[in-house]
């Protein structure tokens, strides 16, 4: 009785959710991708090309490279004992996160900017442990696709958002149909989404004298977000799978 108590306790959280993944840009949205366009248009090209490069290896070591996480799910665990760990999880990355940000932010521009993949290693890292928690195979190619939709669920524009939420609706039956090369990711696109968003708050924190206190917000602000994201698309899954059936592939092995 407590296990479905707590399940429609966070369904209107999770249909809230939902809807504002949905949602069609509004006048902000659409005035914050303008302004962002004109903001990349003055960054360097040498700045792009190594924000480029970050992103690219990033997707492509989470997709090819070894484990990112030695958590193992909890054996027989209710949705409710998951998602206790999981929020003292992203309390640990939100701080860890915000430390790191202070002290690059502190340290000017040259020094943020090589803080740049380490934040993105952070998330990515934060992700894995999540997707493990609720019981998903990390180890699997179709599972790390996922956490890379979370994670461009997070920072794209409202209208990038709109097109990665429906790809992620029943993944379950979707990524049975995706193909076992991995190389049909489409990685510019979401370098790109993922870029154009990030730069705009993370330009401050490359302003000195208030670059350290940028930095430590931004980054928790930022993992918040990425962990509230993350649980709501694994609450997702675990919704569908109990209307449409189906069994969780449980973690099995780990790094």
Known sequence: MHIHNYEEQIRPELTKWQLKMQKRPNFID?????????????????IHSIITGTI?????????????????????????????AV??????????????????????FWLAL???PILIGIKIKLLFEIAALYGRSV?????????LHIFQLTFSSQKGRQEVFTRMIRWDLRSKDLPTDIHGFDWKTF?????????????????????????????????????KNAMNAYRMRWFEEQMFGGTK?????TA
């Not at 659409?30 to 040498?46: A, H, L, V």
């Not at 999880?89 to 939100?94: E, H, P, T």
């Not at 699997?140 to 696709?145: F, K, V």
């Open 139 to 147: 180890n699997d190619y179709r599972e790390r696709l996922f956490i």
């Open 30 to 46: 659409r005035t914050s991708k303008k302004f962002q366009d004109k903001i990349n248009n003055i960054i360097p090209d040498k």
């Open 191 to 227: 370098q790109q989404e993922y870029r154009d968003y990030i730069d705009l708050a993370k330009m401050a924190q490359l302003i000195p004298g208030i670059g350290a206190a940028v930095g430590v917000i931004v980054n928790y602000r930022l993992l918040d977000q990425l962990g």
């Open 249 to 253: 592939e449980l973690l099995t092995t």
């Open 114 to 116: 090589a803080e740049f």
């Open 87 to 108: 929020r003292k999880k992203i309390d640990f990355y939100k701080k860890a996160g915000a430390a790191e940000g202070g002290i690059t932010g502190a340290g000017g």
């Open 56 to 84: 690219k290896q990033m997707v492509r070591g989470v997709l090819t490279g070894a484990e990112y996480t030695t958590t193992q799910a909890i054996p027989g665990a209710s949705l409710e004992e998951i998602e206790t």
